[in-house]
């Protein structure tokens, strides 16, 4: 199994539309948890840490539920300019704390 | 401007050279980190280090070699003993050691013919 798994897609959605992806991570010790995007052929941008209690930054909400050990990101009134890979993060709980990055989901959100 | 700095953007090369990727960070971080990405692959960690002088194999070492004699640099080879060379590699950087957010440059592309 996969340390953190996520749905590659492609998720093809009309803008305005509302879309939610998962991912779910192996390791119950992780502490710290993540969302990078990623356009194509750039770096992983950070989008937000997710935090236990869940937490909202405009049109983007993300939520942790560490009993079932998954992760989501939840975006409103997609916009075009939303089109990228969405990256789950998870701190390892390892030795060295390193962070565990997911396969990506990749979104495409069309006129 | 704060931020991380990686040259070149593109590196060609032949096989069985070696060749050094630079990394650059005015941030202050102590920790920063190399990833290698596929097509359509995630990113894999190859080499970390959390201070300088110091640094760790990730899991994918082998062929690879760093250095971290500054805090602002941290300079990864890929030698010839690296069988799929051919990537884009990602260079991060991280206040704290080890489980905070991670920030990254802007990636060299590496073609090895």
């Known amino acids: 199994r996969k340390e953190v798994e996520q749905d590659p897609g492609p998720f093809n959605v009309p803008e305005g539309a509302t879309v939610a992806f998962n991912c779910t991570y192996s390791?119950?010790?992780?502490?710290?948890f993540f969302w990078y995007r990623q356009d194509c052929r750039k770096e992983p941008k950070l989008l937000m840490s997710v935090y236990s209690s869940g937490n909202e930054d405009g049109r983007f909400t993300a939520q942790l539920n560490r009993a079932s050990q998954y992760i989501s990101l939840l975006i409103r009134d997609s916009k075009l300019s939303d089109s990228a890979t969405y990256l789950c993060?998870?701190?390892?709980?390892?030795?060295?704390?390193?962070?565990?990055f997911g396969g990506g989901t990749r979104l495409m959100v069309k006129p | 401007d704060g931020g991380i700095t990686q040259s070149p953007k593109y590196l060609f090369r032949k096989e069985g050279q070696n060749v050094t990727l630079s990394c650059e960070q005015n941030l202050n971080h102590d920790a920063m980190y190399w990833y290698r990405q596929d097509p359509g692959q995630g990113l894999r960690l190859i080499y970390y280090?959390?201070?300088?002088?110091?640094?760790q194999k990730g899991d994918i070492a082998e062929g690879y070699s760093v250095s971290r004699e500054k805090k602002e640099s941290f300079p990864l080879t890929v030698t010839s003993a690296q069988k799929n060379p051919t990537a884009f590699y990602l260079c991060a950087s991280s206040m704290y050691r080890g489980g905070g957010e991670q920030y990254f440059g802007p990636g060299t592309r590496l073609t090895v013919t």
């Open positions: 390791n119950s010790a992780s502490q710290s």
């Open positions: 280090s959390q201070i300088v002088n110091d640094f």
């Open positions: 993060v998870v701190n390892g709980g390892n030795a060295g704390n390193m962070l565990t």
